[in-house]
């Protein structure tokens, strides 16, 4: 079956969006997209205070921040602890703004103390360090991080921590680090040898306490992220109680999600072992090789698609062709064959949940990270779906973007569904 491309939505999906930065929405560059492409969709879907809107791969929140500001409903499932934490954070704005600067003021102080009076510098374990790329952070940054972080753990019980926690875990990696970001995430040529690690910590805190101030009349409306495994779905939410989906899943590439965040996962304590990162990663949609396991059968969910099925095997004839035989080559045509099966079986898993009538947008894009050969995601998805029972509306065309390595024009798409029921 073809499914058309469409440009329906015009110039509203491709503009770049100049928005301000509500609710300490800086994560979005990194794991997510564009804000105003949510609330083109929940005016498109007719969405009121009376519906409710799942993400059920949330990253870091922007639907459901969006949902929240618009007073709708919303609910958003995630895997990766660390962009939970931002998630669930970003969408509590019942927090008092000068009682968060007045906890971080107190805890600023101590943490100067203890920074004059400690000489001997503090550092990681040799387990956690093994974690994180090499010079992610350089020596007293972490020193004076990781004296941050043992003072803002003694105010785990209060009710702004998370909030404190998150300002910190955005400082650590557009501040403190040595971390770039393009296409992967790498080290700056450039290190930061010295920060000061406390007042630019204090200086977010304070934009969050302004956001939080901002929309403090929004709090009534029902927003949460809740942690897991969104090919797993059905298990965390109540039966036919959505209304729409505005999501993004990965895309099927080499990119790792969980190396994007790693720093500020290991130094916060969300991964503290290689077993505690295996575990983590693989309650995460296969998407690159990186997070395929022993075990992995996600793709007998495809295994009669045969278009999925034709590029498998292209991928894989292309490999022994190329003669390419390394690990990770030799498991591109499988995360592909997982990737879409991860796919099927969260589809599957949603129908429970989803009233008659709903809409679902999955913003997704082109791939042609394995050969070179290119992998159709939006429609590959559409398939996937129309063979589960769903109604495929249309592909809507958000955005083109060239192929790092061929500068090939790939697609971004929205796949527009429904649920009849």
């Known amino acids: 079956m073809t499914y058309s491309v469409q440009n329906k939505?015009?110039?509203?999906?491709?503009?770049?969006?100049?928005d301000d930065l509500p609710v300490h929405d800086w994560y979005r560059f990194i794991l997510s997209y564009p804000p105003h492409l949510v609330r083109h969709y929940i005016k498109e879907f007719n969405l009121n205070d009376s519906h409710t809107v799942l993400d059920p791969f949330c990253g870091t929140g922007t639907t459901v921040v969006e949902c929240k500001k618009m007073g709708i409903n919303s609910i958003g499932l995630e895997a990766n602890p660390i962009a939970h934490l931002a998630g669930q954070t970003k969408c509590d704005w019942s927090i008092d703004g000068s009682k968060l600067c007045s906890v971080a003021e107190e805890i600023a102080s101590i943490t100067r103390n203890m920074i004059e009076q400690e000489t001997e510098l503090r550092t990681l374990s040799d387990a956690k360090t093994k974690l994180i790329i090499k010079d992610s952070i350089s020596p007293l940054p972490l020193h004076k991080t990781l004296i941050l972080i043992e003072v803002l753990d003694n105010y785990k019980n209060h009710e702004v921590y998370n909030h404190l926690k998150l300002a910190l875990a955005k400082q650590i990696v557009f501040s403190y680090s040595n971390l770039r970001f393009g296409p992967e995430v790498g080290i700056s040529k450039n290190k930061k040898e010295d920060m000061d690690v406390v007042s630019l910590w204090?200086?977010?805190?304070?934009?969050?306490?302004?956001?939080?101030?901002?929309?403090?009349?929004?709090?009534?409306?029902?927003?949460?992220?809740?942690?897991?495994?969104?090919?797993?779905i059905s298990s965390?939410?109540?039966?036919?109680?959505?209304d729409a989906i505005i999501t993004s899943p990965p895309y099927p590439n080499e990119k790792d999600y969980t190396r994007t965040t790693r720093l500020e996962s290991v130094l916060l304590g969300y991964v503290n072992s290689k077993e505690e990162l295996r575990?983590?990663?693989?309650?995460?949609?296969?998407?690159?090789?990186?997070n395929v396991y022993v075990g992995d059968d996600d793709g007998v969910w495809v295994k009669n698609n045969l278009e999925i099925q034709k590029?498998?095997?292209?991928?894989?004839?292309k490999r022994i062709e190329l003669n390419k035989t390394s690990g990770f080559e030799k498991n591109y045509h499988k995360v592909v064959e997982l990737y879409f099966g991860g796919i099927a079986k969260h589809l599957e898993s949603l129908k429970p949940l989803l009233r008659p009538g709903a809409k679902l947008a999955y913003v997704v894009g082109d791939q042609a990270s394995y050969f070179r050969?290119?992998?159709?995601?939006?429609?590959?998805?559409?398939?996937?779906?129309?063979?589960?029972?769903?109604?495929?509306?249309?592909?809507?065309?958000?955005?083109?973007?060239?192929?790092?390595?061929?500068?090939?024009?790939?697609?971004?798409?929205?796949?527009i569904l429904s649920w009849k029921g």
């Open 9 to 18: 939505t015009g110039l509203e999906l491709n503009r770049l969006y100049e």
């Open 279 to 290: 575990f983590n990663k693989k309650k995460l949609l296969r998407s690159n090789t990186r």
């Open 202 to 232: 204090l200086k977010q805190v304070e934009t969050i306490s302004v956001d939080l101030w901002q929309y403090k009349n929004s709090q009534s409306v029902f927003a949460e992220v809740l942690l897991g495994d969104s090919r797993e």
């Open 373 to 415: 050969i290119l992998i159709r995601t939006g429609h590959l998805i559409a398939e996937i779906a129309s063979d589960l029972g769903y109604t495929v509306e249309r592909i809507d065309l958000f955005r083109t973007r060239a192929a790092t390595a061929t500068k090939q024009k790939l697609n971004e798409e929205v796949v």
């Open 236 to 242: 965390f939410i109540e039966p036919t109680s959505i």
């Open 311 to 317: 590029l498998v095997q292209e991928i894989e004839s």
